[in-house]
């Protein structure tokens, strides 16, 4: 058993129940040239998470926790993805050709995990239509065959990806941590307040700790 | 075909194929004298979303909208209440006894609905056992048997179990739109910035209107 030292309190945890999860490491939200800047984001607060998600990452691997990654996008013909999630507010950009390949579909570059903290053999990439990494997934049956029982998470966006997969994961009776600088969003106060809602009330969806607190954790 | 006035655009919508969802207005989290309060919260702060709550319901039945109501709560033996949501940092507050009868227990008092916007006959009322109103509930199919593409959010609290369900509602495809009166929190930053949070980069996960956007949209 491992202790990590985390907000609003410690938690025990066992390498061998636990899994590492990163959640949308993909060229189009992260890197410079790509869908998110076009859309005028700045993605150097983004760029932030990897030094450390790669980090702990390695630690991971090191110790054997199992490890998976996901990757939001659609079939190239679109038929998964929602009318209401094509087109919203009568802009499309899901499916139309992007500074890296076609947004959101996968297969094309831009939709693809960042180098640093590329998948492994052995460490299942989850691909999702939606924000969370739960539904119309694998996920959960995964995480049941492995017997795990703790989630550590790092990727982007924060307040998006991160949190919806994380109140997932919470509703399906996982203990939740999200590792405070594996994590970004291109708006400083919803990754403030995001990890703030998070760790609320006791804990009420999960627990906040960092890429040094885990690498010690399980050392 | 009507049109809401809605951050961060207007949003059209069918009477016919919408529906009104509360979350949560449950006893023991509005009330004076409930499960909340006891725990520390200023329970004044949620009972201020019941009189727009409370009009907006009236609205909803006088066009002949679609309304569902969720509440929390799990079994008296608590079988469907994962060990991580039973007890979390030392604590154990569910299925204990409680002002209102056992916490988070369904045929307690305090489990039930408040009466200023208590279900009647044609209501669905959905029992589920998490943050979120579609995990192992029948929403999702009770809305696709009805036709459903539009839902009205109102509810407590904002940051937990009503952004938690439109999350949910996001990714399964309907277009989310929370009614800023007819929804509260604990706590005001969490409110404020949760409402943010739905509504940026474009409605990423919904629209913010309020209730008299609603009746005026509806009429």
């Not at 999200?178 to 999960?206: H, N, W």
Request: glycine share 10%.
């Amino acid at each position: 058993m491992s202790t990590i030292n985390a907000d609003p309190f410690d938690l025990d945890f066992d390498v061998a129940s636990s899994a590492l999860v990163f959640i949308d490491f993909q060229r189009d939200f992260v890197l410079p040239g790509g869908f998110g800047e076009e859309l005028g984001n700045d993605t150097s607060l983004l760029l932030k998470a990897i030094p450390p998600a790669k980090d702990v990452l390695a630690k991971a691997r090191e110790v054997g926790m199992h490890v998976l990654h996901t990757r939001e996008g659609h079939r190239p013909d679109l038929s998964d993805c929602p009318p209401a999630k094509l087109t919203r507010g009568g802009n499309t950009f899901i499916g139309t050709d992007g500074p890296m390949g076609r947004i959101l579909v996968r297969g094309s570059k831009g939709h693809d995990i960042v180098e640093d903290v590329y998948p492994i053999d052995g460490e299942p990439i989850i691909d999702k239509l939606g924000k969370g990494a739960f539904y119309q997934t694998d996920l959960h049956q995964i995480l049941f065959d492995w017997g795990i029982k703790t989630l550590f998470f790092g990727g982007v966006t924060t307040e998006v990806c991160v949190q919806t997969s994380m109140r997932e994961a919470n509703d399906r009776g996982y203990e939740c941590v999200v590792l405070s600088d594996c994590t970004q969003s291109y708006f400083p106060e919803f990754y403030r307040v995001t990890l703030e809602m998070i760790k609320a009330q006791g804990a009420i969806v999960g627990w906040v700790a960092d890429s040094k607190t885990f690498i010690k954790a399980v050392d």
